[in-house]
């Protein structure tokens, strides 16, 4: 059973880089046709997409973040990576890894931007 963990600090200063770490375990991130996403929800709104990267390696990314988002991975440790740069109070969210399309996700970490 592929599971999903997300990793990371719980709080984030204004203007400061959000990384957040995915371990996966059941399963590998390269196993072909897998998409591995990272997706929000704000206090009081529905989900984001935010980006992914595919079992390729190949990246894909919201519009409206794609400027200060980046996903990248590590297949030796079957992790995946969230960057979010230039974080703002309008960031904080609860942050979930998943492959959405075969139905895994992780349990989701709360992240707040504050100073």
């Known amino acids: 059973q592929v599971q999903l963990q997300e990793s990371g600090p719980g709080l984030v200063k204004p203007s400061q880089t959000l990384s957040l770490t995915c371990t996966v375990s059941?399963?590998?991130?390269?196993?072909?046709?897998?998409?591995w996403d990272w997706i929000r929800q704000s206090p009081g709104k529905g989900l984001e997409w935010m980006g992914a990267?595919?079992?390729?390696?190949?990246?894909y990314y919201s519009p409206s973040l794609r400027s200060r988002t980046s996903i990248s991975r590590d297949t030796s440790k079957n992790q995946f990576y969230l960057q979010l740069s230039s974080v703002t109070p309008e960031d904080t969210a609860v942050y979930y890894c998943?492959?959405?399309?075969?139905?895994?996700w992780g349990q989701g970490t709360q992240v707040t931007v504050s100073s």
């Open positions: 059941g399963g590998s991130i390269t196993t072909k046709d897998y998409s």
């Open positions: 998943a492959s959405p399309t075969s139905g895994y």
């Open positions: 990267i595919h079992y390729s390696g190949s990246t």
